[in-house]
Nanobody, 116 residues
Framework: QVQLVESGGGLVQAGGSLRLSCAAS????????MGWYRQAPGKQRDMVATITSGGSTNYADSVKGRSVISRDNAKNTVYLQMNSLKPEDTAVYYC??????????WGKGTLVTVSL
């Protein structure tokens, strides 16, 4: 069973930065794709950024140029560095692991609140 634990959320002023972390259990981390998703109150969960096992990245237009996703396979951890945060970035951020067979696992989320 894969477990994902997110951390690093919190309250930050607009224009500030946060780095989210997601630690995964298990020994398959280096072979899986990872991603960050977010869900604002009353809205659907949307992709923020993804990274393949080979390190290829993809970003939502809303965060492109302001965020960087990275992974440390030795630590079984994926990161999301978010800069120039805006109030509309306020959401619960979830980490997702997708195996080569297409199975997905989700963390419980970490809340990011951006104030004016």
């Amino acid at each position: 069973q894969v477990q994902l634990v997110e951390s690093g959320g919190g309250l930050v002023q607009a224009g500030g930065s946060l780095r989210l972390s997601c630690a995964a259990s298990g020994s398959i981390f280096s072979r899986v794709a990872m991603g960050w998703y977010r869900q604002a109150p009353g809205k659907q969960r949307d992709m923020v950024a993804t990274i393949t096992s080979g390190g290829s990245t993809n970003y939502a237009d809303s965060v492109k140029g302001r965020s960087v996703i990275s992974r440390d396979n030795a630590k079984n951890t994926v990161y999301l560095q978010m800069n120039s945060l805006k109030p509309e970035d306020t959401a619960v951020y979830y980490c997702r692991l997708t195996t080569t067979l297409g199975m997905s696992f989700w963390g419980k989320g970490t809340l990011v609140t951006v104030s004016l």
